[in-house]
Structures are given as C-alpha cells and as structure tokens.
Nanobody, 124 residues
C-alpha cells in the first residue's frame, strides 16, 4: 500500500507562485509514475502534470504549460509541482497520484494511489 501526503497549498494572489510537494511512502518511489491532478467545484478531476520514473519527459495539460513545472527527487522520495503566474482559474484541490504503470496516462482511473488533496486558492 502506498500513502501519498501533499503539502504546500494555500491562498495566493493572481500572478503569484506556490510549490506543492508530495511524499509517497510504502513503496519504492523510483518505481512509480507520479502525477498531479486537480478538481475545482462542480468540475471533473483533471490531469495537470506527470513525470516518469527517471524524471524525464514531463507531461503537462495545455492550461498550465509554461507556468507549472513538475519535478522529482528520487533521493528524497518527493515530487514537486512549482506553480507560477497563477490565475484564479487555477483554484482547485490539487491531488498527488501515483501508478506503477510505465506508460503515462492522463485519466484518473489509471492511478492506483492518491493523496488527500491540498487546497489552492488564487484570488483576483
């Protein structure tokens, strides 16, 4: 069983930055494909960014390209989401997700492990 613990959410003004962190436990971190999803009120959960086991070839949703950066530190068993130039429409609960699958998938059902979520609020 893998447990994911997110941190780093909060309230920020538009144009500001936040960095989210996620630390999995219970399984070798380097064997997991890691991703971030988000869910705004009355909206479906959507893919934000994903990163392979090696940290190469990150994937991003079009809505966050150029503003968000996903990275991982396998020595620290941590994945990060650096969010810059935040917009009010980025307001959501952000979830860390993990899967042992090798091929990345942008759909939530492909991920076996989820964190509890961290709230990000961006004011205009």
């Amino acid at each position: 069983q893998v447990q994911l613990v997110e941190s780093g959410g909060g309230l920020v003004q538009a144009g500001g930055s936040l960095r989210l962190s996620c630390a999995p436990s219970g399984r070798t971190f380097s064997n997991l494909y890691m991703a971030w999803f988000r869910q705004a009120p009355v909206k479906e959960r959507e893919f934000v960014a994903g990163i392979s086991r090696s940290g190469r070839s990150p994937l991003y949703a079009d809505s966050v390209k150029g503003r968000f950066t996903i990275s991982r530190d396998n020595a620290r068993n941590t994945v990060y989401l650096q969010m810059n130039s935040l917009k009010p429409e980025d307001t959501a609960v952000y979830y860390c997700a993990a899967t042992p699958r090798v091929v990345p998938d942008l759909t939530p059902v492909a991920y076996e492990y989820w964190g509890q979520g961290t709230q990000v609020n961006v004011s205009s």
